[in-house]
Each structure stands twice: as structure tokens, then as C-alpha cells.
């Protein structure tokens, strides 16, 4: 009896040490993983014409994308301590250029480009478990009419934790009449992102 719960036991902590293994891929595969929104870290809402959608960015894959030709591993220590996201809205039935869509007037359009600059920020929240956190880094990735969507880069703090939480990106849309919106990205779909095979870095 007693070597068949032995048995058991070790079964048991085999099948858990495989299943808590992360699955290890390569650089092209990583970043494919990340923007595939069947993973959950891109999620969306569509309010009244616009698309809202938020992408929760781990710094592997910031600096995949932004430093192919450096040496990530000197780029790394300048990224710890954030977390990143790019926020985007757009239309939802056409490729019509965001900025212009509701518009009433041709001051408003610069007002909006202002508005996306400067003031947007403050008005973007990360609610990470019980933490309300400001944007500390913020970017509007002007496209002048190249792009349909209006573009943000964001970074907030990380607060020290042994757990991962919930993240949940709040805004208060002041353009588009959206109101209050929530956009989370839930925490077992950051558990489940696979680890970047060792030299890719």
C-alpha cells in the first residue's frame, strides 16, 4: 500500500513539473505569440464605431522589436521596472483615418493631434491588482495619414511582487465618446507566455 502511494506521489509531481515547464521558442516565434490575440494579450472593445485595443508587451518582446541588429542583453537593465503596452484606436467598419472621424470642425482635428500628444497620458490608467498606476512613459506614434489607427506607446511602473496580477488599462476616452473603458488583460494569459530561447538575447 505504502509503495503504491510512492508511486502515486511521484506520478503526480512528474505530471506538475511538466506542466509548470514553460514551452521555449525562438524570436520570430515570441512576437508571433504576443500579437496573436487568440493569446489574450491584445484584447479590444468596439464602442460606438471605435475600436479600443490595448497589447501587453513583456520587455523580450520590446526589445525584440525595437533593437533586432544591438545586443539585447545591455538594452535589458534600461527596460526593468516598466511595463509596456501599445494602446490604438481605430474605426471599426473602414480604413478611414481615425483622427478624422467625428470631426466638427478643422480646429478640432489639430486639437485632437494635440490632445494625443500631450494630454492623453493623463488620462490613461494601469490598474495592476490594487495598484492605480499613472503613465510614467508615453509616446503618440504619429502616422500623417500613413495609418488608420492612432497609436500609443505607454510604460508604467512595476511594483514589487511575488505574484502576477490582473492588469486592467483604463482610459476615459474625451475624443470619441466612449466614456470610461476597461481593457485587462488577464493574468493567466501572462503566465502562459513561453520563455524566448536563451540566445536570442
Known sequence: MLRKYHLITTILICLLSVSCTKKKVSGLDYIRYIENEDNGLK???????????????PVDFVLLKENRNDNLKE?????????YYTLSYSLIT?????????LNSKDEY?????????GLQNDVFLVD??????CKLFNYVRSYGL????????????????????KRIVIEDKIYGGGIINLKIAKKDIENIPELIEQQL
Do not use: C, W
Open 147 to 166: 495609418s488608420p489607427r492612432a497609436d500609443f506607446i505607454m510604460a508604467f511602473e512595476t511594483k514589487t511582487k511575488k505574484t502576477i496580477e490582473d
Open 43 to 57: 484584447v479590444s472593445r468596439n464602442i460606438d464605431g471605435i475600436k479600443y485595443s490595448v497589447m501587453y508587451k
Open 129 to 134: 491588482g490594487k495598484d492605480t498606476l499613472k
Open 110 to 118: 489639430f486639437e485632437r493631434v494635440n490632445y494625443f500628444s500631450f
Open 94 to 102: 473602414n480604413d478611414k483615418d481615425i483622427l478624422k472621424a467625428k
Open 75 to 83: 538594452k535589458r537593465e534600461d527596460l526593468i521596472g516598466m511595463q
